[in-house]
Every structure is written in structure tokens, then in C-alpha cells.
């Protein structure tokens, strides 16, 4: 259902010419930000002023999601528009991951290729880089974003607890000095190669779990490395970086369609924002990072307004999984929460098929085009992919996309259109933790606990979750109580309905 604001009559009379139009479209996926984290979505203990406007002049989904509730698969499953748990290896990508989606698989940055759109990918990426043996760090590092539809990128291209702390410009490192190689491994290099664990007394964040190898910028990491020293960014530039590049891009292609995902490292661990926003929230780094996040969008949507674009770009503000405090760093996000509510009224969060891993804000905005609104529509970043095709009237292959459904009607707010009937959520690779969403009905699904990942290990533990378990959302938007026993011809129904998508290996037709 969507509920129209009175704002949104001025415009009503320029919907219909929606589609004929190719607008610019900018994907802006946050990192591990929950429901309640933007003051349009609840949070009270800051302020998101950008993200807000981006809500207030376009759709805010109270329903919308992401296919997963960890980076890689949702990822994934994004630009692929197929669920993660069909691919191999999508679960959350180590440091030298080789590139997880293949050369030649439709994404949505081929489709809008195909469409005439310059294409780029700037951020944090997470997909794995190079052939079957890696990255390539010193040399040609393909295939990659390059190599599935994008015309050039400008990334993270781990995940920042993950090593290395460099760039990755199209096919190369930049700035790296070819007498100073950059190694990246599993193992400590040498004896002596100062760590987390070693040199713990000098870092400038403490770790709590994990992240205790390789020192970079005083924040010890996931995987070791050494040399690239030239390459190397500080933890407080990125924000900057991703602006900069992007402002380039949009400006470089401002008089012609584009496609920009722009892809924030923000607000996951280490919260390490710049010293300018250091301090800025009650929250600490956490929503110091959030604060970041929210001003990056302002710097977007200012150069849309500069150039006149605004217009003529579709804006989709969104996550890659819900919120997570303790993430392996002593950052404060505990002890300093207060009384914030990262996930809103929802249970879980990162990790987790609750509603809090995958349920976050969702926006969408197109001036002119999209009416002011609230809309409850199910609706997921898998979708983007069939949704962007519709509005750029290209085919999807028989074989591409296998999931992903075309709500474009529901993202641009037309009257009486309909988001999913039905989403599976998982929450990492293929460790069989899914959930089932129908209706107001959620079915989870826990086939094993023996997640690769000791903290999704431990939550299934936590949980000690029988396999299944039905929640009403209607009445317990927070699945609090197992109604399984009351309708066991539900759950039935839905148990069966979820092993054929499995099974089917595709649910679009
Ligand atoms: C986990 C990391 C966590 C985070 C996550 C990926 C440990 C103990 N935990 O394995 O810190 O990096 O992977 O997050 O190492 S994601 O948002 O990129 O999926
Ligand atoms: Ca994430």
C-alpha cells in the first residue's frame, strides 16, 4: 500500500511520462546500516538531514530489504539478480577472494550498459578480484567489475577490516611503486611482522574479536600484507575519496545517461571516520560513520542540484545487511548506544534472518517522476536488476537474473502496484539459514549450524532455533513468538514453497 503526501499532488500530473524517460540512476547501498539508524526511520540520538530530504522528496519503504543479511551474498545478489545461495563461494569474501561473479554474467551494470548508460562502480566492493588464484595485486587485477558491465571502478576492494588498505582504479592499484610490491597472504610473513596481537599496546583502535593480524593507519586487520606503502589510503579519507571520484563521474557524464552504485564503506568496522565528523554524535565512531554516510548522500544530491540533474536521476538509497554493534573492534558502539535502536522495533540484525538483518531503509527518489509517499510494498536490492531493466526497456535473458522480479511500478510509487508477494532472505553463502517471507507470514529455516563464520557459529548456538519457526508479522513485527504449532498448514505450505525456490534453482519466469 502506498500512502501519498500532500506534497506529492503538484506532481501527480508528470508520473505518467515516468518511463518514457531514461533517467540517471545513482545506487547508494550503505554498510551494515540498520532500519533505526536515519533519523527518517526512527533514530533520535542523531541527526541524517540528507538522507531525510532524499525520504522526504521520494518513496520511504517501511518494507524494504536486502536478499541477505552479510555484504557479499546481498552483493551478489544485487547486481546478479539472482539469490546468493545458488552461486558458489558467496558467503563473506576473504582478502584475496578470486572474483565471485564470472566474466560474462548479466548484472544489472550490463543491462544499463546495454541501455547506453556509462557505467561505475565506486566503493567498497567485496566481490572478490582476478582468476581462479586471486587477486593479482602487482598486475593486471581482472577479471572484476570491468569484466561484468562496468565501465570503470574506484574501489575498496575487500571490506576495510579485511587487508589491503589500497585502492583499486580499474585494473590497478594506483600509486603503487613496482619496487615496493604489495603481498597479501594468509600467513604471518616473517616472525617479526608486527600484528594486532603483538603490538597491541600501540594501536590506535582496539579489537575485541578477530581483526588482530596485520597493522595498518594503528587498526590491526583481518589477513596479513606488507609492502604497497605508497598505495596505501588512511581509514578517515575514504568518504572523501568516494565523493571525489564520483563528483568526476557524474561530471564527466553529466549529458548522457549514467549509472553510478555508489557503494559506502560506511558505517562498518573499523569506524574510523574523518576527524571532522570524530565526535559529532552521542553514539560514538558509530554514528560519527552514520553522520559521514548522511553526508556523502548531501554531496551527491548538491552536485545532481549543481548540474542540473536532479530530474533526471533516479536515486535508490539502501543497505547491505542490518546493524551490528560489536563488530571486532572496541569502538564505543556499546557502551555508547544509549538508548538508540540500530534495527528500529526489529529483532536481529547483521548475521541474522530476523527482520533486523534485512529490513532497512529503502528509498527511492526521482522529482517530477515519483510522488512523495510511504509505501509498505515488499520490495528488495535483488529486484533492482528486472525493476532497472523494465525502466530502460531491456530484455532480460531467459537465464539471467533468476530472482530478480520487476516492481518498478512499486519503486516509482504508481498507484495500486505491487511489490513481491514472496522473498527468501539468507544470512551468509550457502550455510543454509533462510528465511521465508509470504504475506505477513515469516518462515525461518536453520538446516545446519556450522556456519564458516565463529560469530554467525555462535549466534545459531545462541539461538538454539529448531529448524523451523513461523512468526506473524502483523501481530509480532518483532518475532517474538513461534506460532508454528497453531498453524502447522501454513508452515507446511510455506516449508514446501521454500524447498521448490530452492529446488527450481530460479523463481522469476
Ligand atoms: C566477519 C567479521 C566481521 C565482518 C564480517 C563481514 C570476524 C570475527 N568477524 O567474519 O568483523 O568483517 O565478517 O562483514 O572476523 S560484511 O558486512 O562485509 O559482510
Ligand atoms: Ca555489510
Given amino acids: ?126 566481490l572478490g578480484l582476478g582468476g581462479p588464484d586471486g587477486p593479482n595485486w602487482n598486475g593486471d587485477l581482472k577479471p572484476g567489475p570491468l569484466e561484468i558491465g562496468f565501465d570503470t571502478c574506484f574501489l575498496l576492494p575487500t571490506t576495510n577490516d579485511r587487508v589491503p588498505q589500497v585502492y583499486v582504479n580499474d585494473h590497478v592499484v594506483p600509486n603503487l611503486d613496482p619496487a615496493d610490491p604489495l603481498w597479501v597472504g594468509d600467513k604471518k610473513p616473517n616472525p617479526d611482522h608486527p600484528t594486532g596481537l603483538s603490538h597491541r599496546h600501540s594501536l590506535k583502535m582496539d579489537w575485541s574479536h578477530g581483526h588482530n593480524s596485520t597493522i595498518h593507519n594503528g587498526i590491526s586487520r583481518i589477513g596479513f600484507y606488507t609492502g604497497g606503502m605508497a598505495a596505501r589510503f588512511r581509514d578517515e579519507d575514504l568518504a572523501d575519496k568516494w565523493v571525489e571520484k564520483s563528483v568526476e563521474f557524474i561530471e564527466q557524464h553529466k549529458d548522457e545517461p549514467f549509472f553510478l552504485f555508489f557503494s559506502s564503506h560506511d558505517i562498518h568496522v573499523p569506524r574510523m571516520p574523518h576527524e571532522r565528523f570524530q565526535g559529532k554524535t552521542p553514539l560514538g565512531f558509530r554514528g560519527d560513520a552514520i553522520v559521514q554516510l548522511d553526508w556523502c548522500v548531501g554531496e551527491l544530491t548538491k552536485t545532481l542540484d549543481r548540474l542540473g540533474l536532479t530530474e533526471k536521476t533516479l536515486v535508490v538509497f539502501c543497505s547491505d545487511n542490518g546493524p551490528v554493534l560489536d563488530d571486532g573492534y572496541k569502538d564505543g558502539a556499546v557502551e555508547k548506544n544509549g538508548s538508540h535502536r540500530a534495527a528500529g522495533k526489529y529483532t536481529g540484525g547483521k548475521y541474522s534472518v530476523f527482520e533486523g538483518g534485512t529490513r532497512t531503509p529503502f528509498i527511492t527518489r526521482w522529482p517530477g517522476h515519483i510522488k512523495p509517499a510511504e509505501s509498505d510494498e515488499l520490495v528488495c536490492t535483488i529486484d533492482l536488476a528486472a525493476s532497472l531493466a523494465a525502466l ?118
Fill in 392 to 509: 530502460t526497456e531491456q530484455e532480460l535473458p531467459a537465464n539471467s537474473c533468476l530472482d530478480s522480479f520487476n516492481v518498478l511500478d512499486a519503486l516509482l510509487g504508481e498507484q495500486n502496484a505491487n511489490g513481491r508477494d514472496h522473498l527468501i532472505t539468507q544470512n551468509n553463502g550457502n550455510n543454509g539459514t533462510y528465511a521465508l517471507r509470504a504475506g505477513d507470514w515469516k518462515l525461518h529455516r536453520y538446516d545446519r549450524h556450522t556456519a564458516r563464520n565463529k560469530i554467525v557459529e555462535q549466534q545459531l548456538a545462541d539461538t538454539k532455533m529448531p529448524q523451523f519457526v513461523l512468526y506473524d508479522l502483523k501481530s509480532d513485527p518483532s518475532e517474538s513468538r513461534d506460532v508454528l504449532q497453531d498453524n502447522v498448514a501454513v508452515a507446511d505450505r510455506m516449508k514446501g514453497q521454500l524447498a521448490k525456490l530452492i529446488e527450481d534453482g530460479r523463481s522469476r519466469n
Fill in 1 to 126: 500500500m502506498i500512502r501519498f503526501s500532500f506534497a506529492s499532488i503538484l506532481v501527480m500530473s508528470t508520473v505518467a511520462a515516468a518511463a518514457a524517460d531514461s533517467p540517471n540512476i545513482v545506487v547508494i547501498m550503505a554498510d551494515d546500516l540498520g532500519y533505526g539508524d536515519v533519523s527518517c526511520y526512527g533514530a533520535e540520538s542523531l541527526q541524517t538531514p540528507n538522507i531525510d530530504k532524499l525520504a522526504s522528496e521520494g518513496i520511504r519503504f517501511t518494507n524494504g530489504h536486502c536478499s541477505a543479511s552479510t555484504c557479499t551474498p546481498t552483493r551478489y545478489s544485487l547486481l546478479t539478480g539472482t539469490y546468493a545461495f545458488r552461486g558458489e563461494r558467496t558467503g563473506i569474501a576473504p582478502p584475496n577472494s578470486p572474483a565471485i561473479i564470472k566474466p560474462g554474467t548479466e548484472t544489472v551494470a550490463s543491462i544499463l550498459k546495454r541501455a547506453g548508460y556509462a557505467t561505475a562502480v565506486i566503493g567498497k566492493w567485496h
